[in-house]
C-alpha cells in the first residue's frame, strides 16, 4: 500500500492532525499513523470492525478520528511528543462524526 497522508483540522480543539493509513493487506481492522502536527505527538489510530463503520463515508472516518485522537488529548496520561500512542476510534466517535 503506497502512503497517502492527509490533513484535517480537529473539530473541538482545531489541531492540525497529519494522517496516514497504514492497514496492510488482509488486516481486519484499518488503522492510521496520525500526528499533530505543531506539537509533534503521534498515534496509532485503530477503527475495527466492531466500530459501526460500515457504510460510514470516509469524511465521517476521519472526523471520528480526529474526535478519537481529541479525546485521547484530554484524558491522562498527558502526551508528549516522541511517543506514539495507541488510540482506538470508538461507535460513539462515529455516531458524533456523521451527526
Known amino acids: 500500500m503506497s502512503a497517502v ?6 473539530r473541538k480543539l482545531n489541531i492540525v492532525l497529519q494522517l496516514t493509513e497504514t492497514t496492510s493487506a488482509g488486516q481486519a481492522d484499518r488503522t492510521w499513523e ?4 505543531e506539537r509533534n505527538r503521534g498515534f496509532k489510530v485503530t477503527l475495527g470492525r466492531g466500530a459501526g463503520a460500515r457504510g460510514a463515508s470516509e469524511d465521517a472516518i476521519e472526523a ?19 511517543s506514539l500512542y ?9 455516531s458524533a462524526a456523521r451527526s
Open 34 to 37: 496520525v500526528h499533530d502536527v
Open 86 to 94: 495507541d488510540v482506538e476510534v470508538s461507535a460513539d466517535d462515529l
Open 5 to 10: 497522508f492527509k490533513q484535517l483540522k480537529s
Open 64 to 82: 471520528a478520528i480526529g474526535l478519537a485522537v481529541e479525546r485521547a488529548l484530554t484524558t491522562p496520561p498527558e502526551k508528549v511528543s516522541g
